[in-house]
């Protein structure tokens, strides 16, 4: 009898698979049992998700402030996306590359606007994806739309960075 796909990625994802036992374990198998690897062991930076609260602590406390102040103490940029949204599922996994390879140096957030409806109300966010680049003491900047990877790095080296074309 075939598996179907979802059966496929349970025996594939299990722990209790002894096949598959290497891709969860420790890679130095140092270890008697099993332990999962986060994510963040693996890569050097991942996409944060952001809630309304995180927001006011991390980025800007918009219910103190009238004036635009970042809190951060590197640029970064906001994901503004929604699960059902084809364009936001495609640039996912490019924040994800972007969070590795520009590491400590950049935050990449993200904002589900399902979830935070006050987030999305506050930048009035009318299409997804949207992102909010923020540089460090200047003013914010939002882009509608997905972008490719060779834009998106452009936009960060030039206006986040700095870096000169």
Known sequence: MKKSRKDQIR???????????????????????????????????????????????????????KEWKFKGEVPALIDFYADWCGPCQAIAPILEELAAEYGENLKIYKVNTEVEQELSAIFQI?????????????????????????????????ELMEIAE
Do not use: W
């Open 126 to 158: 009318r299409s997804i994806p949207s992102m909010l680049f923020i540089p460090m003491g200047k003013q914010p900047m939002m882009q509608a739309g997905a972008l490719p990877k060779s834009q998106l790095k452009e936009v960060i080296d030039r």
């Open 11 to 65: 025996n594939l994802t299990s722990n209790s698979n002894p096949k598959n036992h290497h891709l969860f374990c420790d890679p130095s198998h140092t270890k008697p049992h099993p332990t999962i690897v986060s994510l963040k062991e693996k890569h050097t930076m991942t996409t944060i998700n952001l809630t309304a609260e995180m927001f006011r602590n991390e980025v800007f406390d918009y219910t103190k402030d």
